[in-house]
């Protein structure tokens, strides 16, 4: 349930205010180097602490603790655990009067009763830590491929920092839009159909808390456009398209053009200001505040997890495509 | 890589201009009334004929191979063939002359030319026949929940058969808009990350051929969204909200509300005008004109595959969640 | 439930007295040559008719369904099936007087009495020939190891004939041992753990019915060794050992030596001789004599099915390593 | 690769001397009782220390580091590690000189140099601490299923004292045979054919370093015996047998008589008298004194973990075949 992928396989665990979150990768190749310094860069990318994103302050220090020596992976499965220093369990408490927009009401169904929910328990964001962690050993197997996410609007605002300003005021929160551009792209990754590349990277995306939307190249415009307009016309033996409104990828698989996609990510659910929702204890709706300490946008952290599940997919697709030129 | 589901699993296989197309249904539980005349009344609604698909007529008759014995599934695996009769291969032979938004430069390159490209081969709709019988029975086992898709858009235009016809007149294509709605949904089918509701389904979906984009509730109008807005108030003990943004899914998990997700279709690649596209053989871009019998509109045929797809995802989380309600 | 591998997957469906029986192999590379001719050889092996096997004599002529075009497998899912022309179901029924050592008893309350239970349906050898067809191509994409089984032993008699004339005089059946080698092994194939060679070839082969025990190299006898006399010398550069206790397999991994295994068959469980039973409309034992046709020492077939069985965990595992050789 | 289970899924990972060795359950249903103190009986059954067994103490305090809250399970993923405190790396260095009966050499040249060489690394017997841990949890999911397994034999001596004195004496090793028992099994686990009972027990078993045979009910004499002898007696409603040729399985599925198996253990190979091996670095074979602390009889600690992955196993189906037993 939660493990995803075929060859580069990664296994997710862990809570919000437990011991620590994690990943296995099982499946890694051997001999790509790794350093506990190679996370930095995108752990700062996601770190709590700037304009709009929680105040929350993990330390965020990868703990390597299988399937590295000598700063190398070793072919055998690559456990890395974060350390859930910082906890503050008493601001949460929410199994009777639960937070409209999040999973208190559906994780106390589920699992009656039975779930971790301090901090949103299993279902917090603070996971995605191993995603972004699988993401940078992803990234290196793919090395020819370059994948970059932005956040390219913000509570429907390109102005992102005046949007982000403007709604710490409201003390509310927004969503924002992110773009995904992997180039360099290979031909022939992916399957026809369950496992298009359209079909592995939506899997991962919806993964990730808090999204809303995908959309491949040309998107939801691709609805209002005829076919003459829509079709991308090849121009070299390469396979480089005029247009790109297929995204990089027909019949499921990457045809060599940038791969593209956008994602929409929904307005922060934890608010500041007082909200109605229903009180299992007295059954009736009543007022509540959510305390704690919440991103107002919490899409600006979200491009390097888009970006590392990317990597997760793209990696897995080259592993089992080398499979297939390599053999007979 | 044709394969989909944890429990209720299916494999599709087959090709355009092959013997058969078909389907494995493996997992299915036993004790299932399955008639031939179940499958009917969505073959039809996926038929060729209506106005704006393909005038190739198959007859489409299920062949029941193995797994249902006296009109119930046994509990082995469920075998469904649909022959292709009506054949007319000498329409298609795209491999040095790729038709533009469609799979054939990537399966000539991805297959080092060796796949069947007899009208698309393998990565032809006509698989969906597949996803259209395994949806028959899996709508069979989530028999409480009622799924209901539909077209509501045509080339951007609420007005379908007036865009369909201007389609026609301009010897183009157009492309839809498809919205999906599961009622008296359960609380509590899905996974917070890799398995959540939104993964599943965007991952069948877009097994799909011609998908663009979904989204889920509120989908990219989040993005523009305050919180305060976008979180739904939970209204009773049930957990009914006031308004549906989530989609009927929280932290990946469904909440007893509505289901609701729309989808992109792309307009059909194959038109009947004259378009240029690089020639593998003479090393340049020259124009082709796709002969073979089209849809103009093939979003008309999606909304049953839409449903069939969904079907499938939530009889294999029913039958999942099962086993939870069920043990210790 | 009735899939296998990881890359070279297979599925098999069908019931001994419904429609078809058959396999489909999802992952197979393109361009490996395939003719219906290629199925004969194993066919025949396998092939009712001889001393010691049931007079039923099915004509067992592979129909390709899917995946092959032109002679050649195209990397789409491979279907093939295998008619069932010759059915005397009447000699069956067993739900409420169930034979003895078959599944009769299980099935019927596994599957709550919806089983198809016409000649043991799912349940029957005749399942086998999917197996025989995979291994086929299997046998082709390991191309330079070569695997041989035989049956060495029948009823604890070298002397096989002479055992077999015994039984069919005592209208009895017998058991066997059967030896398989696999030469000219790569280094490197499998897993530490679930994926040791020795995992994952004892899954496969007690997934055909009737095989009681297996064991790699010294097998049992290891356990009565001394470490000095087990371990087994490396004796040059390429791996190669003096002795083979180890069956070719060290830390789950071919060492390059030959893979080497025995597998025990036990008698075929229909015999002509009446015997006592549990009836459960009468709720008491009563005597039974199982008619139809059986073989009175169905080992004979076995040795083929073994060798596919192995050629698919070899093949599964050879174009898995593949993608760890050519990677970084 | 060092994944198993559909259901109860689990996925060791670590190295000897790495800092921890543990593993990750993922889908175990809430609401288990889960407290440190329930893993120290199995724990104490493996433990270093007993006569036969190598002197290296560790700890082995299972560390829980997710999925379990307020000592129940929570239906995430449970992590389980156990540090690694007492390591002598410096008597291992077998690159070029690799021991005989070890995975050293496959290592070495699967994973091209950069596997942990470490006290064997990932391929280490210290892996199974994981094992263990899994199955403690497991056997409360099955908690009406009673296993047990032990040691009958060693070295060919049912005097097993007397064996082991022996062996210590000869500064040699000696192998075991360890019988395995599960009473009070339902009817109807495992599936005819890949997910037979056999195949599951067998993949799981043979993922324990050092085990060499494993045979079901009659087993290796099955292969000697005639029908009318073999078959097992249908005596009552329950489907209870006189005999258990069987094994307690028909047809790959439980049939409600006890599950036995017997399995074959191969001596420890790392013994303390002088052995030749061929050493990469002068390219011919050389003596070779291994040192370290090492088992004489490591047959001794594997019972508990022959149970432990049976459970593992039978909880894997169990929760399965709820799933068949509610639905519809």
């Known amino acids: ?62 703990q390597i603790i299988s399937g590295i ?14 350390k859930n220093s910082n906890k503050r369990s008493y601001d949460y408490n929410f199994k009777h009067h639960p937070r409209p927009g999040h999973a208190d009401f559906v994780a106390f169904k589920k699992f009656n009763s039975f779930n971790d929910d301090r901090g949103g328990g299993h279902f917090s964001g603070r996971l995605t830590l191993g995603l972004l962690a699988a993401g940078v050993i992803a990234k290196k197997i793919i ?52 496992d298009s590349v359209e079909s592995l990277i ?21 609805a209002k456009m005829s076919g003459s307009n829509h079709n991308d016309k090849i121009i070299n033996a390469g396979g480089k398209t005029e247009t790109n409104n297929a995204g990089g990828i027909n019949g499921g698989i990457s045809n060599g053009n940038n791969l593209f996609f956008i994602v929409a990510v929904k307005p922060t659910s934890s608010i500041a200001v007082s909200q109605e929702t229903y009180n299992f204890k007295t059954d009736k709706t009543e007022n509540l505040i959510v305390k704690g300490r919440h991103d107002v946008c919490f899409a600006l952290r979200v491009p390097v997890i888009i970006e590392a599940v990317t990597a997760c997919v793209l990696a897995d697709l080259l592993l089992l495509s080398n499979l297939i030129e390599n053999e007979i």
């Open 143 to 194: 090395s020819n491929i370059s994948i970059t996410a932005k956040l390219t609007e913000a509570g429907g605002n390109k102005n992102i920092d005046e949007a982000i300003k403007q709604a710490v005021l409201n003390k509310n929160s927004i969503g924002g839009i992110i773009e995904c551009t992997a180039s360099n792209m290979p031909v022939g990754l992916g399957e026809p159909f369950f």
């Open 1 to 62: 349930m939660n493990t995803f992928g075929r060859i580069f396989k990664i296994q997710i665990f862990g809570e919000s205010h437990g011991q620590s979150v994690g990943i296995i990768i099982d499946g890694c190749p051997q001999g790509i180097s790794v350093k506990e310094e190679d996370f930095t860069f995108d752990l700062l990318r996601r770190k709590s602490g700037a304009k709009g994103t929680t105040p929350r302050k993990e330390d965020d220090i990868p």
């Open 202 to 222: 939506s899997h991962a995306v919806f993964a990730i808390p808090g999204i809303k939307g995908i959309e491949f190249g040309s998107g939801f415009n691709a």
């Open 69 to 82: 020596y000598n700063n190398f992976t070793t072919g055998a499965p690559i456990t890395i655990l974060f």
